[in-house]
């Protein structure tokens, strides 16, 4: 793997590099989880996969201003990516808060292809209220670990959330699934950026380029009901729910993730 800087008004943005073929840019979610959770070992035999580690995370710069996490410096700072990596095709893959900014980057620019991987289109009382109703059903304890968070949380104590909340994640919690929690961490800093919520359905005409929409049947925070949404708001989308799976299917059921990302990439 090849690690690379990028320098946007003072602040160094980092990405890593490994494998051969066409690019594919991926970006985390969190805001704040760190990239290496992300990483997609079988798409790298297929694609040359570029992890973005956005700013506030990792070995990545900070922020002098923690209001200026915002979904319209996380796509400056994507593009200094983007556009570090020369002129060619571009596959931009999204993953929860990581398809906020994704596809606020292709309003804003050309890609080729987009992969919306558990994300949506809204933010809002709506969705978080629907992300509060869905938790209840993984029970009390973890209940109560997603609604003690708080701006003023340190790094380690918003890890512990995360880590926490993370069988909830999942449709079918499993013992295998605890080296991934354990390596699993959050950076507090971004989750404090001032953005007001958004929705882009009314926009997402304008992105003609193909789309993939992947969902967990079993999501709690960006279900299906938020990716139908995207689906009928991108002309050139196509929906793939899989089910009996959560919010991490790269995680929980990559036989058919993975083939189904790289059947649509293809």
Known sequence: MNTQTVELDGVQQRYHVAGNGPICVAHPGGPGIGWEYLRMRPLEQHLTMVYVEPIGTGDSGRLADDAAYTLDNYVR????????????????????????????YALAHPVD??????????????????????????????????????????????????????????????????QFRSSTRIWSAPSRGQDVPFDVRGELSRVTEPALIVVGEQDFICGPKWARELHQALPASRLRVIENCGHLAHVERPEVFYPEVLKFLS
């Open 77 to 104: 700072y994507l593009h200094a990516v983007i556009d570090d990596l020369g002129p060619g095709p571009v596959a931009l893959l999204g993953h929860s808060h990581g398809g906020f900014v994704a596809q606020k």
């Open 113 to 178: 292809a987009l992969v919306l991987y558990d994300t949506s289109p809204l933010t809002g009382a709506e969705f978080f209220g629907d992300a509060v109703a869905n938790i209840q059903h993984a029970g009390a304890e973890i209940l109560a670990a997603f609604t003690s968070q708080h701006p003023t949380m340190s790094d380690d104590e918003l890890t512990g959330v995360l880590r926490a909340i993370m069988p909830a994640y999942f449709a079918d919690w499993r013992v295998e699934f605890e």
